[in-house]
């Protein structure tokens, strides 16, 4: 359908295209701590992660024992000005068109090394740049960013200081949650979208097996999980919306569960407009 490898059978071993994984999933919300007894109402264990060096922003973290993580993002003040800073401007801008689920973050443990490769396939990315915060209890974070020049791309992080102090110490949650089984990024056209995604992931993908109405997409195999790019194909697609309000950008989050009994997409008042679905 659209010139790529065809779907493999189910007997067919697929490896990961590429090192890089998803390392956490950001969703916008207006108020942190009413943010915070909502996931917890849905089984989650939340914990504050703490003010962001530039003092703008805060978030509480729900963390997994992948090692991925959810962001719940809560502008404390709006600058009078776009922040000179990429990823902060990215943040901002993201923010301020509402709730729900808004940017991802891939990992890696070589940002000058993707940076340069990235650059050499053909494809800019700003950075490396040092960003932090500071947790409640005094812990400073430091890692380092590179930003595409547009969404719906993912944003690449690195550690500077360990990798398993950016999360929570909570990592087991009433609902079965365990990890990030793959992310949907609605884009109006395959075409214009997968070209930099082949380029900075290195791989092709192939046609996804999704049953979202009215949708057709394509999917990467990462590391643990699928990251989806879906486009809308018909007038009942539920992706219209989303990319008129937001425009190309993460649709849907999918987490691993242990419980059987939470399959399924999660209230949406609940997670403040992110669309989460807990798969078995």
Same mark, same amino acid.
């Not at 917890?40 to 914990?47: C, H």
């Not at 000179?84 to 401007?89: A, P, S, V, Y």
């Not at 490396?128 to 690449?156: C, H, I, K, N």
């Not at 879906?230 to 987490?255: A, C, E, V, Y």
């Given at each position: ?69 959810? #962001? =719940? ?5 709006? +600058? *009078?000005?776009? /922040?000179?800073?990429? %990823? ?5 801008? @993201? ?44 812990? #400073? =974070? ?5 930003? +595409? *020049?547009?969404? /719906?791309?993912?944003? %690449? ?5 360990? @990798? ?117």
């Amino acid at each position: 359908m659209f010139g790529l490898p065809s779907t493999p059978t189910s007997s067919s071993v697929i490896q990961p295209a590429t090192s890089l994984m998803i390392d956490h999933a950001v969703i916008v919300v207006k108020d942190l701590e009413e943010a915070m007894v909502d996931y917890t109402d849905l089984g989650f264990n939340v914990v504050k992660g703490g003010q962001h060096t530039d003092g703008i922003s805060q978030n509480a973290l729900i963390g997994f024992h992948d090692g991925s993580y959810i #962001e =719940l993002y809560d502008v404390l003040r709006w +600058p *009078e000005s776009p /922040p000179e800073d990429r %990823l902060k401007n990215r943040f901002i801008r @993201n923010a301020a068109r509402g709730e729900g689920l808004s940017d991802f973050a891939l990992l890696t443990d070589d940002m000058s090394g993707l940076v340069q490769e990235a650059a050499h396939r053909g494809l800019v990315l700003h950075g490396p740049t040092e960003g932090g915060r500071m947790r409640p209890d005094g812990q #400073e =974070l430091r890692w380092l960013s590179a930003v +595409p *020049e547009e969404m /719906p791309y993912p944003f %690449l992080i690195q550690d500077v200081t360990e @990798n398993y102090l950016r999360l929570p110490d909570q990592l087991e949650h009433p609902n079965g949650a365990n990890g990030i089984a793959g992310l949907i990024v609605a884009v109006g056209g395959l075409g214009e979208a997968v070209e930099p995604f082949n380029l900075l992931l290195d791989s092709s993908p192939i046609e996804t097996r999704s049953d979202l109405p009215g949708s057709a997409g394509l999917d990467y195999t990462l590391p643990g999980a699928t990251l989806t790019l879906m486009m809308p194909i018909g007038l009942n697609s539920p992706l219209h919306d989303p990319l008129t309000q937001r425009g190309p950008s993460p649709f849907q989050l999918k987490l691993y569960t242990d419980d059987i009994d939470r399959v399924g997409l999660l209230d949406l008042e609940k997670t403040h407009g992110a669309r989460i679905e807990m798969v078995g």
